[in-house]
């Protein structure tokens, strides 16, 4: 018999339900048209990369692509057919397992022998391989999309198109970290990137910009920018070493994260929210001080252009972004009602990315917004705009209004309305009482008189105003409630 059991969402991830996947379509759409007004288009990317693309985009040293990537051994990189009839050869192995030269213990056999279910998808990965060809055939979810978009950058020639490359995304990205409010293991970010010749601040300036409308667009108006400038690849290394060097001297007083990322990744250090380290953080050089002159202009440049198009800002040094590719201009925007997770938008400058991926020289500049805490931050405020749900109940009753209420139901439909026609007879009350509880906003009454008479009867459901209309004139009246919200 089987096993009776209740399935749920894996830890990390979450269904989003009506009524709230409706705010999440408006978000998204919104997105879109903000977008596409400046001229940017739709990148539909893969879910899953090579693990190389993200290791080398975003840094082998950084959290994400050393903690947090979903990653698997991928069958689909294996096109010679060692991999065909997984858990048949298993099942061999299993059978011909020695004990005496194995690492395969008895029970692991006994397993493999009873559950050849779960084996199986074990035999799609190292059991069956050899541990060379797992590790060279490694896919991943991707951790977010940037990477990918340069990648496709590259695949298909993009640097020869007019003009800058301007691309949007939209979708789900996998980050294995601890789920709390605001922090899930599948999460989702609509995006934005400009890929070109040239790294003109105006470029930095007109992408922030575009975010900002966006914010306000969508009722985000208790944001914060930060702005910050983290030098190119000429000035950020000497940087980096005074910085080490000068974390060495203070090392006996920070955490033991903090002291590894002196090794590691010493910028990231300057990311520290441990209270007792921030006096120390504080002390140490900033990088605005070490920037050469070319970074130092682009970044005033920029600040210039956000004063021109009347973009409010923060500077933060401390800003420096968890992404090993970015450079010069990096940025993040927060909001309100978020707790500790309060950052929903990061992004910035990462010209040489392309070339680190095989790609001709290129510049860059985007940003990822957390669609999740977007979300919730627009839930939490003032501003939940007014979707439309569902305008019209048929409230039909008696056979013979069937087929009138069928063909009205059609024509409202048609006109763009939300219309809900109930598949079986209700008693009257009943039906009214369905139309309210699935909110709404106005009952269309169709009884034998209403036939007769080829009148409807149109009920407000908010204040329970009745109006006696034909055909026409209900289409019109409900066509112009629709347009005027
Ligand atoms: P955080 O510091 O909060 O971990 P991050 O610097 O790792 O963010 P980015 O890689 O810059 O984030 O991604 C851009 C945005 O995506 C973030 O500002 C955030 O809104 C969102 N985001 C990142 N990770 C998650 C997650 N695990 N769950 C929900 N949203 C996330
Ligand atoms: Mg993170």
């Known amino acids: 018999m089987t096993e009776k059991r209740q399935f749920r969402a894996i830890k990390g991830t979450r269904d989003i339900l009506p009524p709230d996947s409706a705010l999440w379509n408006w978000f998204e759409r919104t997105a879109r048209e903000v977008f596409e007004t400046y001229g940017f288009a739709e990148i539909r990317l893969p ?36 991999f065909v009839s997984g858990w048949q050869k298993l099942k061999e192995l299993a059978i011909a397992y020695d004990p005496g030269r194995d690492t395969m213990t008895a029970e692991m056999r006994e397993q493999i022998l009873s559950q050849s279910r779960v084996w199986a998808l074990a035999a799609h990965t190292s059991i069956l391989w050899s541990l060379e060809d797992a590790v060279k055939n490694l896919s991943s979810l991707r951790p977010e999309a940037t990477a990918s978009v340069a990648r496709a950058y590259i695949e298909h020639g993009m640097h020869t198109l007019p003009g800058n490359v301007k691309l949007y995304y939209a979708g789900p990205m996998f980050r294995r970290e601890r789920p709390q409010k605001g922090r899930y293991r599948q999460f989702y970010q609509v995006g934005a990137e400009v890929l070109g010749h040239s790294d003109a601040p105006s470029i930095d300036a007109e992408v922030l910009e575009m975010l900002l409308v966006l914010f306000g667009r969508v009722g985000l108006t208790n944001t914060r920018l930060y702005v910050n400038s983290i030098g190119c690849k000429d000035c950020r290394p000497k940087y980096v070493e005074l910085l080490r060097t000068e974390l060495q001297k203070v090392k006996d007083e920070l955490g033991p994260d903090s002291q590894r990322r002196i090794e590691t990744n010493p910028l990231r250090v300057l990311d520290s929210k441990l209270p007792e380290e921030q006096p120390i953080i504080e002390t140490l050089p900033r990088i605005s001080d070490h920037l050469c002159a070319d970074c130092r202009e682009h970044f ?131 039906s009214l009482g369905l139309a309210d509880k699935l909110g709404a906003r106005y009952a269309l009454i169709i009884g034998e008189d209403e036939v007769a008479s080829g009148t409807y009867t149109l009920k407000r459901l908010a204040d329970a105003d009745q109006k006696k209309l034909n055909e026409n004139d209900l289409l019109e009246y409900l066509e112009s409630e629709r347009r005027s919200g």
């Open 300 to 430: 005033a440049k920029l600040k210039d252009e956000l004063k021109l198009r009347g973009i409010a800002y923060e500077e933060n040094w401390r800003l420096v972004r968890g992404l090993d590719y970015y450079t010069r201009t990096t940025f993040e925007v927060t909001a309100a009602g978020l707790g500790s997770q309060n950052a929903v938008c990061g992004g910035g400058r990462y010209d040489g990315l392309v070339e680190l991926l095989g790609g001709p020289p290129t510049k860059g500049i985007g940003f990822a917004i957390g669609t999740d805490r977007a979300i919730l931050s627009i839930q939490e405020g003032s501003n939940l705009p007014k979707l439309p749900g569902l305008a019209v109940y048929v409230a039909w009753m008696g056979a013979k209004t069937y087929p009138t209420a069928v063909a009205i139901a059609r024509k409202l439909r048609e006109c763009g309305l939300g219309v809900e026609l109930p598949p079986e007879e209700m008693k009257f009350k009943k």
């Open 47 to 82: 879910i899953f990369e090579e693990t190389e693309v993200f290791a080398r985009a975003i840094g082998a040293e950084t959290d994400v692509v050393g903690k947090e990537m979903f990653t698997f051994p991928d069958p689909s990189l294996l096109d010679d057919g060692r």
